[in-house]
């Protein structure tokens, strides 16, 4: 990997995919999980988070009876793109009709500081486990007006995608803790590094993730249960709810409350290399 980065500066999904496949080769060869490899002692339960994000609310309330029911209590509302009544509305109406969930909130980036200013604190009063990235990635001043006014805790999502961010966001208190993601930090291990660097800092842990399938949800998972969980959860559900088939050739493990890396060499599940030949764009680079 750091041949990686002296070859090409940048492009840590790319680098992420590389490293996967790398201790999945190792993992294979030795007869060890990832997560065994990266220092993990044994496999925890993870929670799983589902985040919100239709504007059609009826959709969304389906959406979350269905979660609901099969276990999950952890959901994440995306706001800001309709107005701050619109997400207060969808908060309290979630709240009423699961009384068991915990809720959060992330804008994506998608506020002005003058409007982040003026409506993040109204939302200290709901609840809410933590709100995610309400300003653009390098507003840091914002962030850090925002985490010393809420009693909420504040995340920071865009704002950190690697060591280096992580070490300035904490030196000027942006946040209270942050989303960190294989495809932002440029792979399991270098995620592993930055949870340990925000445990040290006492800032909470959220395993985020970029609308993935199956194999990238089980590097985060191991990646996870390697640094012996994380207090936030993670949101790896997009292939068992919203991925049509995944390229797994076994179901992702977990479609309920938490879910638990597996124990198997490597990833620990074997990919459908015959539907990936199928469905690549390019037959002849894979033969």
Not at 68 to 92: I, N, P, T
Not at 111 to 135: H, M, N
Not at 170 to 177: D, E, Q, T, V
Request: include cysteine; hydrophobic fraction near 40%.
């Amino acid at each position: 990997m750091h041949l990686a980065d002296r070859a090409l500066a940048g492009h840590p999904d790319a680098k992420a995919a590389l490293e996967t496949a790398l201790l999945d080769l190792d993992g294979q060869v030795a007869g060890q999980p990832i997560w065994h490899l990266l220092g993990g002692h044994k496999p925890v339960p993870v929670d799983l988070s589902m985040s919100i994000a239709n504007p059609d609310w009826a959709q969304d309330i389906d959406l979350m009876d269905r979660a609901y029911e099969a276990g999950l209590r952890l959901f994440k509302f995306k706001g800001g793109f309709a107005d701050h009544a619109f997400d207060v509305m969808r908060v309290k109406a979630a709240r009423d009709r699961f009384p068991q969930a915990r809720l959060r909130l992330d804008y994506n980036q998608g506020l002005s500081s003058e409007t982040a200013l003026r409506d993040v604190p109204k939302l200290d009063d709901l609840g809410l486990d933590f709100i995610e990235q309400p300003v653009t990635a390098r507003d840091w001043q914002t962030m850090a007006d925002l985490t010393a006014r809420l009693k909420t805790p504040l995340l920071a999502d865009e704002s950190v995608f690697d060591p280096l961010d992580l070490d300035l966001g904490i030196s000027r208190r942006i946040a209270c803790g942050a989303s960190i993601k294989i495809a932002k930090s440029g792979g399991p291990g270098r995620g592993l590094a930055m949870i340990k660097q925000a445990r040290a800092a006492d800032w909470s842990v959220y395993g985020g993730d970029m609308f993935e399938t199956g194999i990238s949800h089980l590097a985060g998972l191991h990646m996870i249960t390697a640094a012996g969980g994380v207090d936030l959860g993670c949101e790896f559900y997009h292939a068992n709810w919203h991925v049509n088939r995944d390229v797994l050739a076994e179901p992702f493990p977990g479609t309920g409350k938490t879910l638990t890396a597996p124990s198997a060499p490597g990833l620990g599940l074997p990919v459908d290399e015959g539907y990936i030949r199928h469905t690549a764009t390019d037959h002849q680079a894979l033969k």
